[in-house]
């Protein structure tokens, strides 16, 4: 997908619709949310009109526009005045599309709706870091150390936050981002749970594995995170997954935050996968996650030759795609000994290993027919997975040499989904959900 074409195109679009006389009712209603958003609004609005002239990276404007407090940015953001009126008026409307797409799930009987997700962090050119750069830590990014999923680490080329500093401002940015997120939704997934409670700081030019972790205040981070959680009387979900702290999940628990069970990761101590009964409550479960190919690519282990193309791996591919085939058969074992796969495993990797796709479908609904039998609060059903997609949408350890979230979503043979067709199409995947589920909400279980 061109995701820049697009935008090009809708860019038109939107400009002619600012050019367009505004009713009573419009133009009160802008003003009331420029009001309400104040300074902050404002000035997202002026670096959204400088990076129009400038370029999208503020670090590389004119020195006497790198301080969003000086008077050469108040001096071009009074020249520029109606881009940054169309900047500002672009907010409002996505605010008023956020807010009716909350109440369209609502309407439609979603009881918590929509649950959105909130970022470890922002580009280093952003607006973010701009208005607020003293607040992050120069010369460093977020990452991950080295794992057995990214051999090599990762560094998501994201500023952290400075801990002290954040604390000196009485964490009033995360706390107002937190406030915007729960504002048309029931529910936040924060990504990278560990982010309230440390993160692996990258040197600039160095690698992941030159990383270290900087601890930040557990306590005064997710006590913001449930402040805003009840007022919004809103759901949290944190990606605990990776390295985390034992203490952290307990933490997160305790303030009411659910984690995520990513299936292909819970096994006991010895390595075997772990019983439905086993898995804890207090979570969204899942089969894979974004970072992961769908579950169709995943079984055939599609992820293990696009990371060796990639030159990902640090050890031989061959150790890998073992691996792989020993934990794959694991759960192909625990699936057929639940009664949910009527395949036995050897039956089902030999015709992996021979390239067909004979039980992908079974394989897929019998793993999410499996989520449903855990005592999981939520269960989630990922759309690449429902309509038989097999490609991988992201690929972490990556920026341009694979085509991260522009992959357009596909079914098994590889033909075009439309989001349009989707609900007269029929999905297999959702279907095992729903009957172990008996029609009965986690909510009134």
Same mark, same amino acid.
């Given at each position: 997908?061109?995701?820049?074409a697009?935008?090009?195109?809708?860019?038109?679009?939107?400009?002619?619709?600012?050019?367009?006389?505004? #009713?009573?009712?419009?133009r /009160?209603?802008? @003003?009331?949310?420029? @009001?309400?958003?104040?300074? +902050?609004?404002?000035?997202?609005?002026?670096?959204s009109?400088? #990076?129009e002239?400038?370029?999208?990276?503020?670090?590389?404007?004119?020195?006497?526009?790198r301080?969003?407090?000086?008077?050469?940015? +108040?001096?071009?953001?009074? /020249?520029?005045? =109606?881009?940054?009126?169309?900047?500002?008026?672009?907010?409002? /409307?996505?605010?008023?599309?956020?807010?009716?797409?909350?109440?369209?799930?609502?309407?439609? #009987?979603?009881?918590?709706?929509?649950?959105?997700?909130? @970022?470890?962090?922002?580009?280093?050119?952003?607006?973010?870091?701009?208005?607020?750069? =003293?607040?992050?830590?120069?010369?460093m990014?977020?990452?991950?150390?080295?794992?057995?999923?990214?051999?090599?680490?990762?560094?998501?080329?994201?500023?952290?936050?400075?801990?002290?500093?954040?604390?000196?401002?009485a964490?009033?940015?995360?706390?107002d981002?937190?406030?915007?997120?729960?504002?048309?939704?029931?529910?936040? /997934?924060?990504?990278? %749970?560990?982010?309230?409670?440390r993160?692996?700081?990258v040197?600039?030019g &160095?690698?992941?594995?030159?990383? *270290?972790?900087?601890?930040y205040?557990?306590?005064?981070?997710?006590?913001?995170?449930?402040?805003? +959680?009840?007022?919004?009387?809103?759901?949290v979900?944190?990606?605990?997954? &990776?390295?985390?702290?034992?203490?952290?999940?307990?933490a997160?628990?305790?303030? &009411?935050?659910?984690?995520?069970?990513?299936?292909?990761?819970?096994?006991d101590?010895?390595?075997?996968?772990?019983?439905?009964?086993?898995?804890?409550?207090? $979570?969204? +479960?899942?089969?894979?996650?974004?970072?992961?190919?769908? *579950?169709?690519?995943f079984?055939?282990? =599609?992820?293990?030759?696009?990371?060796?193309?990639l030159?990902?791996?640090?050890?031989?591919?061959?150790?890998?795609?073992?691996?792989?085939?020993?934990?794959?058969?694991?759960?192909?074992?625990?699936?057929?000994?639940?009664?949910?796969l009527?395949?036995?495993?050897?039956?089902?990797?030999?015709?992996?290993?021979?390239?067909?796709?004979?039980?992908?479908?079974?394989?897929?609904?019998?793993?999410?027919?499996?989520?449903?039998?855990?005592?999981a609060?939520?269960?989630?059903? %990922?759309? %690449?997975? @429902?309509?038989?997609?097999?490609?991988?949408?992201?690929?972490?350890? *990556?920026?341009?040499?694979?085509p991260?979230?522009?992959?357009?979503?596909? =079914?098994?043979?590889?033909?075009?989904?439309?989001?349009?067709?989707?609900?007269s199409?029929?999905?297999?995947?959702?279907?095992?959900?729903?009957?172990?589920?008996?029609?009965? $909400?986690?909510? $009134?279980?």
């Amino acid at each position: 997908m061109d995701r820049s074409a697009a935008w090009t195109a809708k860019l038109r679009a939107l400009e002619a619709l600012h050019r367009l006389p505004r #009713g009573d009712a419009e133009r /009160r209603g802008f @003003a009331e949310f420029r @009001a309400r958003e104040g300074g +902050a609004l404002t000035m997202f609005a002026t670096w959204s009109a400088l #990076g129009e002239e400038h370029g999208p990276d503020w670090r590389r404007w004119p020195a006497g526009l790198r301080d969003p407090a000086s008077p050469a940015v +108040a001096a071009e953001a009074a /020249r520029l005045a =109606d881009r940054v009126d169309f900047h500002a008026w672009l907010q409002w /409307r996505l605010d008023g599309q956020l807010a009716a797409a909350q109440r369209a799930a609502r309407d439609a #009987g979603m009881p918590i709706g929509i649950v959105h997700d909130l @970022a470890v962090g922002v580009a280093h050119g952003s607006a973010d870091s701009w208005m607020y750069r =003293d607040l992050f830590a120069p010369g460093m990014s977020v990452g991950a150390p080295p794992d057995e999923f990214n051999q090599r680490g990762q560094d998501w080329g994201q500023p952290p936050w400075h801990p002290r500093r954040l604390a000196e401002a009485a964490y009033a940015p995360f706390r107002d981002m937190l406030a915007a997120a729960f504002r048309h939704g029931g529910g936040l /997934r924060l990504d990278h %749970a560990m982010q309230v409670s440390r993160l692996w700081w990258v040197p600039e030019g &160095g690698s992941p594995a030159d990383g *270290t972790y900087v601890r930040y205040d557990r306590d005064a981070l997710l006590g913001c995170l449930a402040w805003e +959680a009840d007022r919004a009387g809103a759901v949290v979900v944190g990606e605990d997954l &990776g390295t985390v702290e034992p203490e952290v999940r307990d933490a997160l628990a305790a303030h &009411g935050v659910l984690g995520t069970s990513l299936l292909w990761f819970e096994q006991d101590d010895l390595g075997r996968p772990k019983g439905a009964r086993r898995w804890r409550e207090s $979570s969204l +479960a899942t089969v894979g996650t974004h970072d992961m190919p769908p *579950t169709t690519g995943f079984v055939h282990g =599609d992820h293990i030759g696009l990371r060796d193309r990639l030159g990902l791996l640090t050890r031989p591919r061959a150790d890998e795609e073992d691996d792989h085939r020993r934990r794959l058969s694991g759960w192909l074992g625990l699936l057929h000994a639940e009664g949910l796969l009527s395949a036995p495993p050897e039956t089902v990797l030999r015709s992996l290993a021979d390239g067909t796709g004979e039980y992908d479908e079974a394989v897929v609904a019998a793993l999410h027919a499996f989520l449903a039998r855990t005592p999981a609060r939520l269960v989630g059903v %990922a759309l %690449a997975d @429902a309509v038989g997609e097999h490609r991988t949408q992201n690929q972490p350890g *990556t920026v341009d040499e694979y085509p991260n979230w522009r992959v357009p979503l596909a =079914d098994a043979e590889g033909r075009p989904v439309l989001l349009d067709d989707l609900p007269s199409r029929p999905l297999p995947t959702v279907e095992p959900v729903r009957a172990a589920l008996g029609g009965v $909400s986690r909510e $009134s279980r």
